[in-house]
């Protein structure tokens, strides 16, 4: 197996546990009997262990190399992620969803700079396919957790079923990579090095699309519950239409990537989810509303993966270091977006609770220009 399939193996079955999460978060709520307050808050402590690992995972990706870090940061993720599911209280899901986000963070940190690592030695444009595959990913866990829900089993014990029957094949795919050296050699003293005010904007222009991403995983099954009443099975359906049209934007996202200016191809796409949005809230009906969020799925596709390109491209700092403080920034939407469309929704509803988005996609558009490369690479 070489390196590109293997990553693209790895992206590929990293996220099925976490896609199962998703459809099962409004009975979890149901059962320890939260809020849509209270569950955006305990939603949180996955954000906070992200931001909390990634304050030092560069450092660890430098010390251990794209190899260990993969390992150490995947096998802790397949461990700790179907725990939330069985907790019993807003103190406990805050506390392991925390302890599942720090393994999370390493395993994203080591995905995403591997990945840049292959692309920039065969100077071929890999990235958006590989973040095409890891939304396939979620989109096969979200089917399998809904599918799940529709059966009645319970959210615990199917997770941890995810967890087994993916864990082995994603470790061997990992330890199959090459093992990459992740400190610079471009960038002496590259860790104390200030990030630059290019990542910054870069990072920026990723967090609008990642707090969009983030609060439709964390939000949308909760959305469809609420709004139109739908049905455990089709309220974790709704996920499903997001992820495959976050899929279908990423597989082709390295095509358009090539023939298109990146900066402007990431400004219209985020028009296309600002559209999508407005559908998805205003819609009277739910298949219109399912209509919206394939908009803003295809619309925020690329948003990630280009950032990490860009990021890793710059020569000022290690990749690792690039990635980390944009996986951080990019990481606070996920900390800010929850808390703030729980609280809109719960002093109006959640129709207007999603629209508190509309601030994160307009900073997006406004950042997208930092995306411009040196140089345009091939299609691999």
């Known amino acids: 197996m070489n390196d590109v399939a293997a990553i693209r193996w790895v992206f590929l079955l990293q996220p099925l546990i976490l896609g199962a999460w998703f459809p099962r978060i409004p009975q979890v709520q149901q059962t320890i009997g939260l809020s849509e307050g209270a569950l955006a808050f305990a939603l949180i402590g996955m954000p906070i262990g992200l931001l909390i690992a990634l304050s030092f995972g560069s450092k660890i990706a430098e010390r251990l190399g794209s190899r260990s870090l993969l390992t150490l940061g995947l096998g802790g993720y397949v461990i700790l992620m179907p725990i939330p599911a069985f907790t019993t209280s807003w103190l406990t899901l805050f506390g392991t969803l925390m302890l599942a986000g720090v393994a999370m963070a390493i395993a994203q940190l080591s995905l995403n700079v591997t990945a840049s690592e292959v692309e920039e030695r065969s100077d071929k444009l890999i990235m958006n396919g590989c973040h095409g595959f890891w939304s396939v990913g979620v989109l096969c866990g979200a089917i399998i957790g809904s599918f799940m829900a529709g059966l009645a089993v319970q959210p615990g014990p199917a997770l941890v079923g995810v967890a087994v029957l993916s864990g082995g094949p994603l470790l061997y795919a990992a330890r199959a990579i090459t093992d990459f050296d992740l400190k610079s050699n471009d960038a002496v003293g590259a860790p104390t090095k200030k990030p630059s005010r290019q990542l910054i904007n870069i990072a920026l222009f990723g967090f609008g699309a990642a707090t969009t ?150 900073l997006a558009f406004l950042m997208a220009p930092a995306l411009k490369p040196a140089s345009r690479p091939v299609l691999a």
Do not use: H
């Open 213 to 362: 991403e983030g609060a439709m995983a964390d939000w949308l099954a909760v959305f469809m519950t609420n709004t139109f009443s739908a049905a455990p099975g089709i309220a974790g359906a709704s996920y499903a239409v997001f992820a495959l049209c976050l899929a279908a934007g990423r597989f082709s996202g390295d095509s358009l990537k090539a023939r298109f200016r990146v900066e402007a191809l990431a400004q219209a796409l985020v028009m296309l989810a600002l559209a999508g949005l407005f559908v998805a809230i205003a819609s009277p009906v739910l298949w219109l509303s399912f209509f919206g969020v394939a908009m803003i799925g295809f619309g925020v596709s690329i948003g990630f993966p280009v950032a990490v390109s860009a990021a890793s491209a710059l020569k000022d700092r290690s990749s690792a270091a690039n990635v980390a403080v944009l996986t951080q920034i990019t990481l606070c939407g996920f900390l800010v977006g929850p808390p703030v469309i729980g609280l809109i929704a719960e002093a109006s509803n959640m129709r207007i609770g999603l629209a508190g988005l509309v601030p994160a996609l307009l």
